[in-house]
């Protein structure tokens, strides 16, 4: 059985105030088209289908769009879990309509598959968080936990104010879960799993939203030590594979660069080709990067506008940075708009401040402490008292 595996499209996204949907929408059509090429019998989308709860209206009529291109009318079999973004009632909205096309749409953890026909398959057994699907001849268990917040989980985990605690009680709980559905693994069936968490040591960008602050909603990567022969993870925007040798669970990361931190990694989806008892054989599968973000530095203004000029005929999404010794005139930037609209940020780099942040490493080095007492001598004129820091030294260490 093949499944393509993909997350984190955010649909409705802005960039600087600049919509992303003509992106969004020539790249759903490549990953259309990759499904096709690679006749795949599964897709899944782990979580972040929208950007917001409140998604504008092209943006969901976008999603109906691909994911009856991709069901091929009940053909193939697609799975959609809520991520953070989504808002599970409005995701799921369109269930019993979605069934028809194949497609099933999952917006809490305890989300109950109904048995029954779903497009052109089967669904022979199903619960909350948990299905079997039957597609020809080949039978597939797939545990499934939409994003698992507080909330969503429906059972506080305590007023804890240690965010050590706070992480080990979630991470236990999410482990919890998925230990106890991972009982519905059979020797017969094909194994995985699928859910938007985070899970402890991934890398991250600019662009996810903190599940927490103080990573308390993050999860161990022993938690996913389930017998599952792939997890199809979301949230994570750059692809890669959860750092543990004994699983195969795997970030799709989202399939558009969405800040510029997303600038040094291509984007991807994963094919996934697995049978009973055989370890999966997964495929990455590049995306084009339709309208790539680039950092421009220039040497002054002749130069930006030179690159302007040399770059119009690109679709690209560009920050430029200007070193310049004046502030930069409102005719210069217009003539910089004019020449590339697609300009995101003009930033003046002053000689005087380019100095002075030269200097950053040394205060890098140093701790808070440090760095307090020195700013306290230079703005009081006298050193601060040692009552006084020992009152600082409580605060900043969260007391």
């Not at 002749?302 to 004046?326: F, P, S």
């Not at 005087?352 to 700013?375: G, M, P, V």
């Amino acid at each position: 059985m093949k499944i393509l595996h993909t997350s984190d499209w955010h649909l409705g996204k802005y960039l600087e105030n600049q919509s992303r949907l003509e992106e969004q929408e020539s790249i759903i059509e490549d990953i259309v088209a990759i499904a096709d090429e690679k006749d795949v019998d599964i897709v899944i989308i782990a979580g972040d289908v929208y950007d917001s709860t409140n998604p504008p209206a092209r943006a969901e009529k976008l999603l109906y769009k691909a994911l009856r291109a991709l069901s091929k009318n009940g053909e193939r079999v697609i799975i959609v879990v809520a991520g953070n973004h989504d808002n599970p009632d409005r995701l799921t909205a369109s269930t019993p309509l979605a069934y028809e096309h194949g497609i099933i749409l999952l917006g809490n953890p305890n989300s109950k598959v109904e048995r029954g026909r779903v497009g052109k398959h089967e669904v022979i057994d199903g619960g909350e968080g948990y299905l079997e699907l039957k597609i020809r001849d080949e039978r597939i268990v797939i545990l499934t936990l939409p994003y698992p917040s507080e909330q969503r989980l429906n059972e506080a985990l305590g007023n804890i104010s240690d965010e050590g605690e706070l992480q080990r009680n979630y991470s236990e709980k999410v482990g919890e879960i998925l230990g106890n559905l991972s009982k519905k693994f059979r020797e017969d069936t094909i194994n995985i799993a699928v859910s938007h968490i985070f899970v402890l040591g991934g890398e991250t960008s600019d662009s996810e939203r903190v599940l927490r602050v103080g990573g308390g909603f993050t999860v161990t990567g022993d938690k996913l030590d389930i017998g599952a022969q792939y997890i199809a993870l979301g949230h994570l925007h750059k692809p890669q594979r959860v750092k543990n040798s004994n699983i195969q669970a795997v970030y799709s990361g989202s399939p558009l660069q969405y800040s510029r931190s997303e600038i040094g990694y291509s984007k991807c989806v994963y094919i996934v080709d697995v049978k009973p008892r055989e370890e999966a054989k997964i495929e990455e599968v590049l995306l084009n990067n339709r309208k790539p973000i680039e950092v421009w530095r220039c040497k002054g203004i002749d130069e930006a506008i030179g690159m302007c000029e040399k770059n119009q005929g690109r679709d690209v999404w560009a920050y430029l940075e200007i070193e310049t010794d004046k502030v930069l005139g409102q005719s210069q930037i217009k003539t910089i708009k004019q020449l590339k609209p697609d300009i995101l940020s003009i930033v003046p780099i002053l000689e005087e401040i380019e100095n002075h942040t030269e200097n950053l490493d040394s205060f890098r080095e140093k701790s808070i402490i440090e760095l307090f007492k020195a700013f306290y001598l230079q703005e009081k004129k006298v050193e601060a008292g040692e009552d006084f820091m020992t009152l600082f030294s409580k605060i900043s260490d969260g007391e």
